[in-house]
């Protein structure tokens, strides 16, 4: 298990290797190319002194200057390739990991996680390894190649000095690490006092006017005086340990600086040392005293990603494969003994019967609570189920089980009372990328052409959030036209017609029918019923599969139903 | 309404604090000083000492040299140290000066303005202001001066080094200038997209059944991966600057390193104006490298001022917001509570509370009281009656002095309750809220609102008379248990008000309508306690329910409009 997931890291990194190469030929040619500073400028000083006494011409400093530019210019221009090009990988690697982490998410079973708290966590984890892991390669280069590069230029001037100066930059860093403990407990204690000066500003204000009725505002003022002094104290206690103890390492550090140059200016005047062997070795070890302040850093990045990696890898399985689906053919649906609770509730759906042919509408109505939307729901996929119990009886598609269906087609297309519109364009929200949509004619179908093209961008208009900038009507017709522009076999249709009015209802209706699929048309709005091939009528969970005319003849409630919306629908 | 108005508070007050602390700023300005000119030269004693490489005697350049690195370190910790002091001590005045603010702030302004706002104002901006003040202006001097220094001492050494500098700095500061702003502008780009694809996450969630119905999972991975690439490709941007900034200025040290020691070794005009010794071109080499390390920084301390700017003008806005009355200050001893307080003005003869021909209104249009009057007799018990939103939680505000009435006058125990002194008011009257409100500390303090005036006996018998003692007695510590929610029910709530409001042992008691929203058995608790906080005190009250049970006189408010005041005076059965 461990194993796999260390792996997956891996496979993170394998993706970016060409990256990689180019980081790792780059670091290691800037981080050796970093000696070329300190030598050259002790060769120009050494050049310079020849010149002065004669030994040499000023071409031979033209020549060595011209060479030092171009060193110079070299090893900073593979400097900064490589800057751009870790910040590069570390950019692809972010990317890869939220990408993953957003495939995950998006196939997860509508209704079963959080309001996104955890994902969000999970983000900002990502942003943490990354950026750890960004640094641990910076470090490894600039440190660590850094470091050894120094040494080597140091042992090339002298072994033995080298050996002697070098004391002092790690006693400077033991002293830090054992000062480490007082500069995190004065953070804390720093942290703590923010709490609490948080608290009593919050109150102070908060509760102004308890105080002012009971006269205790100055006293309060008093307390909190007392608070922000506590406060000041912790800040600069924990400032003095954060900043000001640097420059005195770098003071122990620096006593190799004064070893150098008085036992450095004897090997000068033996003559075992010239002047730019000198000062290029004093400048070498001046830069790594600084660097080795910085040895620390390596191992907190290193620590860092390791932490948040650990965190957010569980959550980065390899994501799901998302392949479009086409609508499948068209074919009979038979629903026998069909019964449905949702987890831990009463039964909804009881015993519902009743079979349907493509180009059939069939009409499913009843009063409030009676089960219908919970009936169109059945058809939904699992992952677009809230949480319920498989459904018992049968749903047979052209013979075979509706739940044993091959994933790799779409057998429904479905409108929910939500209409459940994303921040995107029109176009955008009806057609969620399905290509060769004819988006003209499905607008025009749900009759919204005219106001679309009232919008500042027509159809490529951004809705705002959750499409607030259309109206509740105009919102459940984009839901309609995104539920027709993506073709199936079965249409349920939950109460499209809501927000509506009754003329652009009935031109609606007259375009819905369609040869090829079944639709299936819950609704409390009965009045084109006539017009439908089948009506269910359902009470307490049951359905009765029956007709308009003849639940018109049989039935009081339907009568009574039918009778009350035609005649409004009448004298409208 | 009384406003006054300073100019700049903001600035007056930065101005006293830094003249109160005028030794510590001093002492900082030397030590940026001292830090400075010390950090300039031990390249100097480097070069002195190469010069005089081959005499021998060099220990002394070598203990110099080490002496000026240790003390320059020595120096810029104390610098570090100073800053630190220094920031948190304009931070204390600062906040100090916000809270006195908050004394002076009309009741109408709590009441309009969410507190998050305020405390925002109090701890964030003001923390931007000491950014800018150590990490803004101090350090901008700071760097400025080195910069200065070094040119200086450039010059003295080679004028050629010091022309080409002065030729190069303006230039090379405009491209870190032009760098921090691009990064900064790309860094805002990223944000938005970052934006965006995070507000798609909650958005998918929402939307899940739709996104799988209509297998649009494969379109949102492309959506949100669109999203987290803009921001990538922004961040790019910003990383190209970061990449090659400090390259370029590392090449372009090393290309005026270079021109300098061509120059100096090509003899004649060159060579005077750049007059170098071995010793003084390590040096300047050192020099080179040094006074482009604080270009950087003064072009990050300018950005800090310039975001420092927007908190500072919030804290003035605050500071310079319309303030009350303040009740004057009294040397007057504390009243005792033995004794019947105010007892110079308040004999039997006069009342408790009177409002005379009181007008007020929040906003003009809608007047709340027009000419009111009232008079509340000494251990009278009175309930203000009326509608919701009629005005009967205002006329308390006026007589707790929270607003000013436009017209009329209005006196408790004879003394205008704006002037009356803060170290007076508890035992003059006390007020219970509707709803209790809970300030941090133990339940002890709840009750005396850390008053050391108010002993834990009085803190004691508060609790027993609204009957909460054995509840607080139950409890681990006691009346010392840190206070919280939930080791009260809402009736408990609601007693503990009570004894907030009794425990300095007032004369004169506020109601509010307290016994809204509480079961019936709860409601007789508190209405029992409130009988027996009620006794020997003259009682001002809006709740109907005590009313029912105590009686005394009841008064009808009504619409400024009708008539103003209808008192039907019952006979009391006192209580």
Known sequence: ?572 | MRKTKASDPLGKGLARAVWQHRFLTLLLVLMIAASVIISVYPPLVLAELIDHILEGNILRYAILYFALTALGGLTDSGREVLIAVFGQKITHSLRSIMADKLYRLPAEYYVTTESGVTVSRIVNDVSAVETLFTSGIVSMAADVCKVISILIVVFTRSTGLGMLLILLLPVLFYITRLFQKRMLAAQKDRQKAVGSANAQIPETLHNLRALHVFRAEGWMRKRYSRFIRDGFQAMERSNFYDAIYSPIILFTSAFLVAVMMCCASAGGRFASLFGLTVGGAAAMISYVSKIFEPLEAIGMEIQNVQTAFAGISRIRELLQAAERVCPPETAEPVPDTDTQPGAAVNSTADPVVSCTDLSFSYVPEIPILRDFSLELMPEESVTLAGRTGIGKSTLFKLILGLYTPQKGTIRVFGQDPEEIPDAWKRFLYGYVEQTFRPVPGTIEDQISLSDPRISREAVLAALDTVGLLPTVEALPEKEQTAFSAGLFSQGQLQLLSIARAIAADPKLLLLDEITSGLDSLTEARVLDALRKACENRTVFSISHRLYEQTGGRRIVLERPDGTAESADSAPVPSC
Not at chain 1, 200 to 210: E, F, G, I, K
Not at chain 1, 453 to 463: C, F, K, N, Q, S
Not at chain 1, 496 to 516: K, Q, W
Request: glycine share 8%; aromatic share 8%; charged share 20%.
């Open chain 1, 1 to 572: 298990m461990n194993k796999t997931k260390q792996n997956l890291l891996g496979s993170y990194l394998v993706r970016e290797k060409w990256l990689l190469v180019l980081i790792t030929v780059t670091g290691i040619l800037y981080n050796l190319g970093i000696i070329a500073g300190p030598y050259f400028e002790g060769q120009l000083a050494q050049t310079l002194s020849d010149i002065l006494n004669g030994l040499r011409t000023k071409e031979d400093m033209f020549r060595l200057a011209l060479i030092y530019v171009g060193v110079i210019g070299f090893v900073q221009a593979v400097r900064a390739v490589k800057r751009l090009y870790v910040r590069k990988f570390a950019n692809n690697l972010n990317r890869r990991m939220k990408d993953t982490l957003y495939g995950n998410l998006i196939h997860e079973k509508a209704g079963a996680s959080d309001d996104g708290t955890m994902m969000t966590k999970a983000l900002s984890d990502v942003d943490d390894c990354v950026e750890g892991i960004r640094k641990s390669v910076t470090e490894i280069f600039d440190t660590g190649v850094a470091l050894i590069a120094y040494l080597f230029m140091l042992t090339f001037y002298d072994l033995r000095l080298t050996v002697l100066v070098l004391l002092f930059p790690p006693l400077a860093y033991v002293i830090a690490e054992r000062l480490k403990k007082p500069v995190t407990e004065s953070a804390a204690a720093l942290k703590k006092s923010t709490g609490v000066l948080n608290g009593r500003t919050l109150d102070r204000v908060q509760n102004a006017l308890v105080y002012r009725v009971h006269g205790q505002e100055r006293h309060q003022n008093e307390l909190y005086e007392s608070v922000l002094t506590d406060y000041e104290k912790r800040a600069v206690i924990s400032n003095i340990f954060a900043n000001a103890m640097q420059p005195l390492y770098h003071i122990v550090s620096m006593i190799g600086a004064f070893l150098i140059l008085w036992l450095g200016s004897r090997y000068v005047r033996s003559g075992y040392w010239n002047i730019a062997a000198f000062s290029a070795y004093l400048a070498c070890f001046v830069k790594l005293a600084v660097k080795s302040s910085k040895a620390a850093r390596l191992f907190n990045a290193i620590q860092k990603a390791k932490v948040s990696w650990g965190r957010v890898r569980e959550l980065l399985d390899p994501p799901y494969e998302d392949a479009p689906a086409d609508p499948a053919e068209p074919a009979d649906l038979r629903v026998s003994g069909l019964s449905y609770r949702y987890e831990n509730g009463p039964e909804i759906l009881h015993n519902v019967s009743f079979t349907a042919q493509p180009g059939q509408i069939i009409g499913v109505t009843g009063e409030v609570a009676c089960g219908k939307s919970t009936l169109g729901k059945v058809f939904l996929p699992v992952n677009a189920q809230a949480a319920g119990t498989p459904y018992e009886g049968q749903i047979l598609w052209s013979g075979t089980e509706w739940s044993a269906l091959p994933q790799d087609r779409r057998y429904i297309s479905y409108q929910g009372h939500q209409p459940e519109l994303l921040t995107a364009s029109v176009a955008d929200n009806v057609c969620l990328g399905a290509d060769s949509t004819d988006l003209a004619g499905i607008l025009d179908t749900v009759s919204l052409t005219d106001e679309i093209r009232d919008l500042p961008e027509g159809a490529d208009t951004v809705l705002g959030e959750s499409g607030t900038t259309l109206s509740g009507g105009q919102q459940a017709r984009v839901a309609l036209a995104r539920t027709l522009a993506h073709p199936a076999p079965l249409y349920v249709l939950d109460d499209p017609f809501a927000a509506v009015d009754m003329p652009t209802e009935t031109r609606i209706f007259s375009r819905l029918r369609d040869p090829g699929a079944i639709i299936l048309l819950i609704t409390h709005r009965i009045t084109h019923f006539d017009e439908v091939d089948k009506v269910l009528w359902m009470e307490n969970g049951t359905v009765t599969e029956s007709t308009h005319e003849e639940l018109l003849a049989g039935s009081e409630k339907y009568r009574a139903l039918w009778n009350l919306q035609k005649g409004g629908a009448e004298n409208a």
